[in-house]
């Protein structure tokens, strides 16, 4: 259709033959200018073509007309349809007329009803303020008494005594504990009336809460099966909130601490001599006075019943008491704060020390009888060894008890008072036995062997350190205790045995002091608390010894004949001055030292046996042969001394002497003999030290 209409101008333009040439020339270029880009052309075009024109020369004539006839159409029919809306709208303009004359009447009969209602409206509006006021106050109210009033049900809960004690009753008592603590808040503000009312109020409600848990605690005790493991656990819930009252918990404990004496007592006495103060109790153990003839038993069974009852009444209590850890302290604690006025205010709580209280309170009744009863059993015992195996079992029991009970305890007492009555009695009974056989020992075995009274006392001894072994005295400590048994029981025996001694003849003395002292040792070297003891034997053994020893030499000495050549050379030296005198003196000289020599070949072949003789009545033959050996190797020292000396004079060689010499000095000369004619020392004593050491082997 473009293409057609550009054509159409073209035939146009053509057909002119020439008219107007400058305006067609400019149309031409106006047109020809125009680009096909342009928004405005396209759309015009565009709708050309929506009108389905045919591009004749009739057409393209009245196409401007067309087109402006129907831009008026369009422009009629736009003034038509905006005179329509100008009709409506001057309806409109009435309608709001008619409304705001309307609205202006409405609004003066308002004004006129709010004339006339104000006062009510006024009226109105402090009634829904104090409306408001009450709803508030009554909220205020209800939360008041919800928090800070208990409801009759809750009251007869708290201190009703029909009612149970259980989780409910714990429920309500810990509301009005809390409700009580809140009034404090109360009594911070201007008017204090309210909160001083409540916490009377609350006040009067805890102190009847107490007193029903505390009557309830009370009954309970009285049926409180304590070797029972199965402890109600709301007695114990019971007895920690009761802590929070001091007064009212100690006096529970004190009740609960008679009944538990009176049942303890009971079961002592009935342990005892199988009768009951309750005569429908069933015995299904034999009583303990059976065995009262037997008074280490007797005492025995009695401490393994304190220690079993000590044992379970502790346990119990600790199960009923500190089973919940340091919750009792707590309460107790904080009790201590709500009641100023108590003893113990200013005192911090110990829970140990007071469960060490509460049994020791418990078995009071029993540390009575268990006293009177061992007492008696002591004093009635005359064998000192049995006491002191009583006064070890008691310290055995003592030394297992301190571990649970405190040292001020009944129980602890009464055990460390019969512990220093049993030593007491045994120190006497001891006394007078050692005294009894020291009386009997007058007169020393004619065997020299240990006396009957040592060896009882040995004996006895014996029984003594076992019993003391087994005992549970600390290691560092039992030495240092058994220093005084050992002081009265074996050191007057010993001593009497000594003076025995002191009236022998040597060696008799000396024997008898080692057979007494060896025997004590072997009694007392199984045991480590004797260590110095037995050093102090030692000592006294060897001092003996070593006086045997001297004594097998001098036998060895005079029997031999060697003493005397032995005192001749001991003043000597080995100078040769003194060496040349010993040819002069008259133990050598050749008949004296013949005859020594002779003595000596005698007294060989036998000397063992000779020097064992003396110590036969040594019943250590062992020590017996070491001393006799000691004193043989003396011996032979000693001739190997002697043999020195007489071979070194053999050697020195007769000096003839100056020319020039006084004639006293040369009759001395004359007088002595000639070298040739001199025999050798040796030659007349001709033993060796060697054969010597053969046949005293």
Same mark, same amino acid.
């Given at each position: 259709?473009?293409?057609?209409?550009?054509?159409?101008?073209?035939?146009?333009?053509?057909?002119?033959?020439?008219?107007?040439?400058?305006?067609?020339?400019?149309?031409?270029?106006?047109?020809?200018?125009?680009?096909?880009?342009?928004?405005?052309?396209?759309?015009?075009?565009?709708?050309?073509?929506?009108?389905?024109?045919?591009?004749?020369?009739?057409?393209?004539?009245?196409?401007?007309?067309?087109?402006?006839?129907?831009?008026? $159409?369009?422009?009629?029919?736009?003034?038509?349809?905006?005179?329509?809306?100008?009709? @409506?709208?001057?309806?409109?303009?009435?309608?709001?007329?008619? #409304?705001?004359?309307?609205?202006?009447?409405?609004?003066?009969?308002?004004?006129?009803?709010?004339?006339?209602?104000? /006062?009510?409206?006024?009226?109105?509006?402090?009634?829904?303020? @104090?409306?408001?006021?009450?709803?508030?106050?009554? @909220?205020?109210?209800?939360?008041?008494?919800?928090?800070?009033?208990?409801? !009759?049900?809750?009251?007869?809960?708290?201190?009703?005594?029909?009612?149970?004690?259980n989780e409910e009753f714990f429920a309500v008592l810990a509301r009005v504990k809390q409700v009580h603590a809140d009034c404090k808040v109360l009594l911070g503000g201007e008017n204090q009336r309210l909160g001083l009312e409540l916490m009377e109020q609350s006040s009067r409600h805890l102190n009847n809460g107490y007193q029903k848990l505390y009557r309830w605690i009370q009954k309970e005790f009285k049926a409180l099966d304590l070797e029972n493991p199965q402890i109600n656990a709301v007695i114990r819930r019971s007895l920690r909130t009761l802590a929070e009252r001091p007064t009212l918990f100690e006096g529970c404990l004190t009740g609960f601490s008679e009944a538990r004496e009176h049942?303890?007592?009971?079961?002592?006495?009935?342990?005892?001599?199988?009768?009951?103060?309750?005569?429908?109790?069933? #015995?299904?153990?034999? /009583?303990?006075?059976?065995?009262?003839?037997?008074?280490?038993?007797?005492?025995?069974?009695?401490?393994?019943?304190?220690?079993?009852?000590?044992?379970?009444?502790?346990?119990?209590?600790?199960?009923?008491?500190?089973?919940?850890?340091?919750?009792?302290?707590?309460?107790?604690?904080?009790?201590?704060?709500?009641?100023?006025? +108590?003893?113990?205010? !200013?005192? +911090?709580?110990?829970?140990?020390?007071?469960? !060490?209280?509460?049994?020791?309170?418990?078995?009071?009744?029993?540390?009575?009888?268990?006293? @009177?009863?061992?007492?008696?059993?002591?004093?009635?015992?005359?064998?000192?060894?049995?006491?002191?195996?009583?006064?070890?079992?008691?310290?055995?029991?003592?030394?297992?008890?301190?571990?649970?009970?405190?040292?001020?305890?009944?129980?602890?007492?009464?055990?460390?008072?019969?512990?220093?009555?049993?030593?007491?009695?045994?120190?006497?009974?001891?006394?007078?036995?050692?005294?009894?056989?020291?009386?009997?020992?007058?007169?020393?075995?004619?065997?020299?062997?240990? /006396? !009957?009274? #040592?060896?009882?006392?040995?004996?006895?001894?014996?029984?003594?350190?076992?019993?003391?072994?087994?005992?549970?005295?600390?290691?560092?400590?039992?030495?240092?205790?058994?220093?005084?048994?050992?002081?009265?029981?074996?050191?007057?025996?010993?001593?009497?045995?000594?003076?025995?001694? $002191?009236?022998?003849?040597?060696?008799?003395?000396?024997?008898?002091?080692?057979?007494?002292?060896?025997?004590?040792?072997?009694?007392?070297?199984?045991?480590?608390?004797?260590?110095?003891?037995?050093?102090?034997?030692?000592?006294?053994?060897?001092?003996?010894?070593?006086?045997?020893?001297?004594?097998?030499?001098?036998?060895?000495?005079?029997?031999?004949?060697?003493?005397?050549?032995?005192?001749?050379?001991?003043?000597?030296?080995?100078?040769?001055?003194?060496?040349?005198?010993?040819?002069?003196?008259?133990?050598f000289q050749p008949n004296a030292l013949t005859e020594a020599s002779q003595t000596l070949d005698e007294f060989l072949p036998s000397a063992l046996m000779d020097a064992s003789e003396n110590l036969k009545r040594l019943k250590d033959t062992k020590l017996a042969g070491d001393i006799t050996s000691e004193a043989a190797d003396r011996f032979c020292e000693d001739f190997e001394f002697v043999e020195r000396r007489m071979a070194a004079a053999d050697e020195i060689p007769m000096a003839d002497g100056d020319a020039e010499r006084s004639d006293e000095e040369e009759e001395k000369k004359e007088a002595q003999p000639r070298k040739e004619d001199v025999v050798a020392l040796k030659d007349l004593?001709?033993?060796?030290?060697?054969?010597?050491?053969?046949?005293?082997?």
């Open positions: 259709m473009a293409l057609e209409l550009s054509q159409g101008f073209d035939d146009r333009t053509g057909g002119s033959t020439g008219q107007r040439s400058n305006a067609l020339a400019n149309k031409l270029n106006s047109v020809l200018s125009v680009s096909y880009a342009d928004s405005e052309l396209r759309d015009a075009l565009h709708f050309l073509d929506s009108k389905n024109t045919q591009n004749t020369p009739d057409v393209r004539r009245k196409l401007r007309w067309d087109l402006q006839k129907e831009i008026i $159409q369009c422009n009629g029919n736009i003034v038509k349809d905006f005179g329509q809306v100008a009709e @409506q709208l001057k309806r409109l303009g009435s309608t709001i007329s008619s #409304l705001n004359k309307r609205c202006e009447d409405m609004r003066r009969q308002v004004a006129a009803a709010r004339q006339e209602n104000a /006062p009510v409206l006024e009226e109105a509006s402090i009634l829904l303020a @104090q409306r408001q006021d009450l709803e508030r106050k009554k @909220q205020l109210l209800n939360a008041v008494n919800k928090h800070f009033v208990l409801p !009759d049900g809750e009251l007869m809960v708290l201190t009703s005594t029909t009612e149970p004690v049942i303890l007592s009971d079961g002592f006495y009935t342990a005892l001599t199988g009768s009951s103060t309750h005569r429908n109790n069933e #015995l299904t153990m034999k /009583p303990i006075e059976l065995h009262a003839h037997d008074a280490l038993r007797y005492i025995g069974d009695m401490l393994a019943w304190t220690h079993s009852a000590t044992v379970s009444e502790r346990e119990a209590l600790e199960s009923l008491f500190l089973a919940e850890g340091d919750e009792m302290a707590k309460g107790i604690q904080a009790g201590r704060h709500s009641e100023p006025w +108590s003893d113990m205010h !200013d005192e +911090s709580f110990d829970g140990r020390k007071a469960l !060490d209280d509460l049994v020791n309170r418990n078995m009071a009744g029993v540390a009575r009888v268990l006293q @009177q009863r061992v007492q008696q059993a002591i004093q009635g015992q005359n064998d000192p060894v049995r006491v002191y195996r009583i006064a070890n079992l008691i310290n055995f029991y003592r030394v297992t008890l301190a571990r649970l009970l405190r040292a001020e305890s009944s129980i602890m007492e009464t055990l460390a008072s019969l512990e220093i009555s049993a030593m007491g009695q045994f120190e006497a009974l001891q006394s007078d036995h050692t005294a009894t056989i020291q009386a009997e020992l007058t007169q020393a075995p004619s065997d020299l062997n240990v /006396p !009957d009274v #040592l060896h009882e006392t040995l004996t006895q001894l014996k029984a003594l350190m076992k019993s003391h072994d087994s005992s549970l005295t600390p290691a560092a400590s039992r030495e240092a205790e058994f220093q005084p048994i050992l002081s009265y029981t074996l050191k007057p025996v010993l001593n009497a045995c000594e003076s025995l001694a $002191q009236d022998l003849d040597v060696p008799a003395n000396n024997i008898l002091l080692l057979n007494c002292h060896l025997a004590t040792k072997r009694t007392l070297q199984p045991f480590n608390f004797t260590t110095s003891s037995i050093e102090h034997l030692d000592a006294s053994i060897e001092s003996s010894t070593e006086k045997l020893i001297d004594y097998q030499h001098a036998f060895f000495l005079h029997v031999s004949g060697l003493h005397a050549l032995l005192t001749a050379l001991i003043p000597l030296t080995d100078c040769t001055e003194d060496l040349s005198k010993i040819a002069a003196l008259p133990a004593y001709p033993r060796t030290s060697g054969e010597i050491k053969v046949l005293l082997s």
